[in-house]
């Protein structure tokens, strides 16, 4: 799904200026750097960060939606809201094995995550409480989502951008088969065509939030831009993210809970009205409604899975004594 | 026994006629769960007909830092076809 504006950049790096130079002009030149590429410290930090953090927020962003699975109103619901947790499931396994290109290892990010070091995106701290939000979220959350990781498809770092481009092919299922929710209940009953605004009401401002600060306040982001890992700042895609939406919920009759949302005709583009983010950094610093559930969760599975690690590991080292064995008979 | 569970290579062949092609990685305690794991992982829209999985450790890769000399060799334009001088209307084989 899901990668966030990165939280908590740091590009700061130690190399002589001969080498950042060296590595800035074939990045300049669009060349990509591989896993054992020389690279500068702050370039593997940050990937090692961002990529860390989405994979993180695919995983945990299964859980939202998971909660409604056996709830789904009818099996062609069902099936297809399977397939797309499922799916987020591989994006955060092809994301995790991105990042252990750069020398972190699967262990290490987990426990990272579970104790709190590591942050995902603020949006899965919101809680799922109708099943309109699970057509909000595709069409949403998914989408902000594609708007973030199409520039990733380019990213200067190759294991990154190819996984990238992978998840790209599977979010647009998950954005169109949330929207067709959404349209559904739109269409049908008041009862459900006001289940489909309380849902958009509530998911509006947390998913313009997932772009992350404004470039004003983002630091570190010119960095991240130089060295191509962002193609695009924040408030840009934030910007597209918008236009792209508006005439979206107008098609389906429904308002965006922003009484200063205007057409700019100068610009283009919409404007909009001043963003929460106070709110913002109380969700991603753990303090969203869900958070602690989020994180219980994950931790839950890892604990519970413990002994299934412990006897596959166990049954691998039975298999290779007995095959060597019967190879020295 | 580490704890680690080891990584393993994938590669997928997206149909007869064509190579196995790399197409990630995923951590699997052996081949039989890396091969069900690849299967779920990197298979769910018909990908591929046939999967190959190998284990990281056993990939012995090139230096990086010996691009140069092992890939740009440096003025051999003598093995290009475009480097000889023949008449147009000899024509191409
Ligand atoms: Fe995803
Ligand atoms: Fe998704």
Redesign the interface.
């Known amino acids: 799904m899901y990668s966030q504006g990165l939280i908590g950049a740091d590009g700061r790096t130690e190399e002589t200026p001969e080498f950042l130079a060296a590595f800035q002009a074939r990045v300049d030149a669009e060349q990509k750097i591989e896993p054992n590429d020389d690279m500068p410290e702050g370039y593997r930090r940050t990937l090692v960060r961002q990529i860390g953090q989405h994979a993180h927020s695919e995983i945990v962003g299964m859980l939202p939606e998971g909660n409604w699975i056996t709830r789904a109103p009818s099996l062609r619901r069902k099936a297809a809201l399977l397939a797309k947790v499922q799916d987020e499931g591989g994006h955060g396994l092809y994301l995790y094995s991105a990042a252990e290109t750069l020398g972190v290892t699967r262990k290490q990010m987990t426990e990272e995550l579970l104790d709190g070091r590591a942050k995902y995106s603020s949006i899965f701290n919101y809680p799922t409480l109708s099943w309109a939000d699970i057509g909000t979220i595709g069409w949403l959350v998914d989408g902000a989502a594609i708007m973030n990781q199409i520039p990733l498809c380019r990213c200067s770092y190759g294991p990154y951008a190819r996984a990238m481009i992978r998840v790209c092919k599977e979010e647009s299922f998950h954005q169109r088969q949330g929207y067709e929710i959404v349209m559904t209940l739109a269409r049908g009953t008041p009862e459900q065509k006001a289940m489909a605004q309380d849902s958009l009401n509530r998911w509006w401002w947390p998913s313009i939030m997932m772009f992350g600060p404004h470039d004003a306040d983002s630091q570190h982001s010119d960095q991240s831009m130089a060295w191509k890992i962002k193609r695009f700042t924040n408030d840009e895609l934030r910007q597209k993210f918008i236009d792209a939406t508006v005439p979206q919920a107008e098609f389906l009759g429904l308002t965006i809970p922003d009484p200063e949302l205007k057409w700019n005709e100068e610009k283009g583009g919409y404007d909009h009205g001043p963003i929460d983010w106070d709110e913002f950094w109380r969700v991603v610093k753990g303090f969203g409604p869900c958070a602690r559930d989020r994180v219980a969760a994950r931790k839950k599975a890892w604990d519970d899975g413990e002994w299934v690690r412990e006897a596959a590991l166990a049954h691998a080292e039975k298999r290779r004594a007995r095959k060597l064995a019967v190879a020295a008979e | 026994?580490t704890?680690?569970?080891p990584?393993w290579e994938v590669f997928i062949r997206p149909r007869n006629g064509l190579s196995h092609k790399h197409v990630?990685?995923?951590?699997a305690?052996?081949e039989v769960?890396a091969l069900q794991a690849a299967r779920?992982?990197y298979t769910?829209?018909g990908e591929g007909n046939s999967i190959w999985v190998v284990p990281s450790a056993a990939i012995t890769?090139s230096?990086?830092?010996q691009a140069g000399e092992n890939f740009e060799p440096g003025e051999k334009i003598y093995r290009h076809p475009t480097f000889y001088d023949i008449p147009e209307q000899v024509g191409h084989m």
């Open positions: 026994m704890g680690e569970v990584l990630g990685s995923l951590h305690t052996d769960m779920d992982v769910r829209r890769a230096d990086p830092d």
